[in-house]
């Protein structure tokens, strides 16, 4: 936008200091209103609005056996295991019935700009359709709308995302960690805890230096009473709003020099599910990256007394990366490694490995061990594959005690234009397999 502005005012002062030429140059005295807003990609503008739409088409299909007794696993060999999320680990088993599912997931955002004197005022529509549960109707509903003023210092308003900040948290090592990838990814929490985002009205503030601050309140609607650590699905019927719980939010975060941190707080008025017990939450989270060296570090707790700690460190000489990882938690500990090889341009070769001890009771140990290749044998085309082994000790691990070796292998395609496809083979020693083909087309 600045060059083009740039451009636009030599022309201009070309046709003003030589008003013979004026009328061949056909002086331009306006912008159109998105490149004065700096807004690009897909835009539709008025006079004095920009609207920009994104979005996203996401199609899947599997077929395999790869159920258990009618129990679906993850999309890839592994499911979760037996921690404070109190699901199940287990493997792609065969009951000797084929499988099969397709998913569609679809969303698509609006979002209009217009100047003010206090900064861009913005209004944000994101509408969503999602396969949940095995749920195939494919209603939509509304995922974000809520309207915000401001730059520096932002005020928002309305049905979006909570400004709770859980970054800063991911794991280094090639296989990540069994407790991190149970709670989404880092450390989390035993149950939902202070339930934040829904309903909310936030303010955020960037202070300068790379410090910024939020505070807001949240799920001032009432909490949606699904159970455990299960996500919300804001537009989707099965929820069922429960009224007379606030919660309060604040964030600080850092951005620069190589630098990430963050802390966050949230505390409600009350849990009605939890008998007007209140819920607290915090989560802390660092990156740092000293060329040639990269540490993360995270730490959560809530009112439940569920600590969650991870600690992980990358180090990448030449063609080498090293990492290692850590991670405690209220239940138990674990730790993971790997050793990664740029052996060419587009050829990478990971070595990696994790473990968890659980020290709940009677205790359970987890391992697992893999070899991955990548190699990205054209500029649009990558394949993959990797071979590995793993075992759970825990009773109500499936099978519990024996060693499972398996293999995958996929092929992803990225043309361009945000289109991109793949498909990829999973099977196991025990007798399961599952073949998965995606197919999505980003708008933006």
């Known amino acids: 936008m600045k060059i083009r502005s740039l451009l636009l005012g030599s022309i201009a002062a070309a046709g003003l200091s030589t008003a013979g030429y004026a009328a061949d140059l056909g002086v331009v005295t306006s912008l159109d209103v998105c490149d004065q807003l700096g807004l690009s990609g897909l835009t539709i503008s008025s006079d004095d609005n920009c609207l920009v739409i994104t979005g996203n088409v996401a199609y899947e299909y599997d077929w395999g056996d790869y159920k258990l007794g009618g129990v679906a696993h993850t999309d890839d060999v592994f499911a979760s295991f037996a921690n404070n999320t109190g699901n199940t680990y287990a493997v792609i088993n065969d009951d000797g019935t084929l499988d099969s599912n397709a998913d569609v997931d679809t969303w698509i955002k609006f979002v209009g700009t217009a100047d003010s004197d206090f900064g861009p005022a913005t209004a944000t529509i994101k509408l969503i359709s999602e396969d949940i549960n095995g749920n195939k109707d494919q209603t939509v509903g509304i995922d974000e709308a809520w309207v915000g003023i401001g730059d520096t210092t932002m005020l928002m308003a309305g049905y979006k995302s909570s400004i709770f900040n859980k970054g800063d948290d991911s794991p280094l090592s090639y296989l990540g960690l069994f407790n991190s990838s149970s709670v989404n990814t880092g450390v989390g929490f035993a149950t939902k805890g202070a339930v934040t985002g829904g309903d909310v009205i936030q303010v955020v503030s960037n202070l300068g230096n790379g410090i910024s601050v939020g505070g807001g309140l949240e799920n001032l609607g009432g909490e949606y009473a699904d159970a455990g650590n299960v996500k919300h699905k804001p537009g989707v019927i099965g929820f069922d709003p429960k009224d007379g719980v606030l919660t309060g939010v604040g964030v600080i975060s850092y951005a620069g020099d190589g630098i990430t941190a963050h802390l966050s707080g949230a505390v409600d008025d009350g849990t009605v599910v939890a008998g007007g017990k209140t819920s607290w939450k915090v989560h802390a989270g660092f990156t740092g990256a000293w060329d040639p060296i990269k540490l993360v570090a995270a730490i959560s707790d809530d009112d439940m007394g569920y600590l969650n700690g991870l600690l992980s460190v ?67 085309i990558t394949l993959t594959g990797a071979i590995g082994a793993t075992e759970s000790t825990d009773p109500v691990a499936i099978p519990s005690g024996s060693v499972v070796y398996y293999g995958k292998a996929g092929v992803a395609w990225a043309p361009g234009g945000g289109f991109t496809t793949g498909a990829s083979v999973s099977a196991t020693s025990i007798g399961g397999y599952k073949a998965v083909f995606t197919a999505a087309k980003s708008i933006k």
């Open 314 to 380: 990358a180090a990448t000489f030449d063609m080498f990366t090293l990492a290692a990882s850590g991670e405690f938690a209220s239940d138990g500990w674990g730790a993971g490694g790997s050793a990664s090889a740029t052996v060419t341009d587009g050829v990478t070769i990971n070595l990696g490995g994790r473990y968890w001890a659980n020290t709940v009771g009677a205790g359970y140990t987890v391992w697992q061990v893999e070899a991955g290749l990548s190699a990205a044998v054209t500029e649009t």
